[in-house]
């Protein structure tokens, strides 16, 4: 099938009303910004809601605006935007590949000088320390790029998870109240940034609560399927051995920890929901579908921070490759049945 007869066929296929689910990874998102890059050419997919943690909620408030401005065009046209702006900023960033690592092919800057400082730095003193001013060059781009009163009004619903740093636990932000301060937060590593102070409560990464966040998901929007856009590997092969690979590896785990909690609980509310009731019926019908992401494996941590153009776009068409795959061999699911096999990981449970 040629490729404009491919496009005729999903025009003429029956509208499916879904939504997202983005982890936070860094510079990691660009994946994602591919995957949602290459779902908004496909105009049988409506988006309803996204949830989304640290990077993963930039993308989905970015896209959440651009299309309220002008559609999924206006969509895409904002993510791009977004990243280019990303990388703009991260142009005269002390954190580069080092001239071993361009030679290697390497993506990560575990050589860059200023990496192995920073690394070492942040073991010893805080943030509050080592940036008194609590300055963060995203901020200056989200307030530039989104229209946040447009934002409250778009047709696409967005839950924002940051994790209150006093309670230990997730709060989940919703479009109305979603400010340049909900996405910092929503990103805020605490080795790297200060806490983020909203209603006079101080909150960190939403990963360590909710990466992403999926109740809402199941409990709020009319849709009954879900595509998880994942970033960060839920397995690795080996024992890592190296300190620097051990808490990569460390962060990767705690980070999926409550993500797969969270499914775990769908699997199980799935097997003894009553149909008969409202909100059990929710939990009874709902699909869960997922892009694989097979690049991250071969990623390391530091490559989060490298917001180089090149690496961006190449995290670009991995995740537009990532969804051409999955729409070839799990889009006719979408509306029918989950393409990711929940009841797995009940075993052993």
């Known amino acids: 099938m040629s490729a404009a007869e491919s496009r005729e066929t999903t025009t003429r296929r029956k509208q499916q009303l879904i939504d997202l689910a983005l982890q936070g ?19 049988w997919l409506k988006i309803d809601g996204i949830s989304g943690t640290s990077a993963g909620a930039m993308n989905a408030a970015v896209l959440a605006d651009g299309y309220a401005a002008g559609g999924a065009e206006g969509a895409r046209a904002a993510l791009a935007a977004f990243w280019k702006r990303v990388s703009d900023a991260a142009r005269f960033s002390p954190f580069q590949r080092s001239p071993l690592d361009r030679l290697l092919g390497r993506w990560s800057i575990d050589t860059s000088p200023m990496f192995v400082v920073m690394d070492l730095m942040s073991r010893l003193y805080s943030p509050y320390d080592l940036n008194p001013g ?23 619903r967005l839950f924002i998870t940051a994790t209150n740093v006093r309670t230990g636990r997730g709060r989940v932000f919703r ?29 960190w990464d939403g990963g360590y609560s909710g990466n992403p966040t999926m109740t809402p998901l199941v ?4 849709s009954d399927d879900t595509i998880l856009i994942p970033i960060n590997p839920v397995e690795r092969p080996g024992t890592p051995n190296s300190a620097r690979d051990i808490l990569n590896r460390l962060n990767e785990v705690s980070f999926n920890a409550v993500l797969l909690k969270e499914l775990r609980m769908i699997a199980m509310l799935r097997q003894v929901a009553d149909p008969g009731n409202c909100e059990g019926a929710q939990w009874a019908k709902m699909r869960i579908h997922m892009v694989r992401n097979e690049i991250m494996g071969s990623l390391g941590y530091s490559s989060k921070l490298n917001a180089e153009w090149e690496f961006l776009s190449m995290l670009l068409d991995e995740g537009r490759r990532a969804a051409d795959a999955f729409l070839e061999t799990d889009g ?18």
């Open 332 to 349: 006719d699911k979408i509306g029918v049945t989950s393409s990711v096999n929940l009841d797995a990981l009940l075993e052993g449970v």
């Open 134 to 156: 609590g300055n963060n060059p995203l901020r200056g781009i989200l307030e530039e790029l989104i229209d946040f009163e447009r934002l409250k009004t778009s047709p696409i």
């Open 175 to 203: 479009n109305g109240e979603i400010t340049p301060d909900v996405l910092m937060a929503s990103a805020c590593l605490p080795t790297l940034f200060q806490a983020v102070e909203i209603d006079g409560e101080p909150y």
């Open 219 to 222: 409990r709020e929007l009319d």
């Open 25 to 43: 990874g860094g510079a990691h998102g660009a994946f994602t910004w591919g995957v949602l890059d290459r779902l908004l050419e496909e105009p």
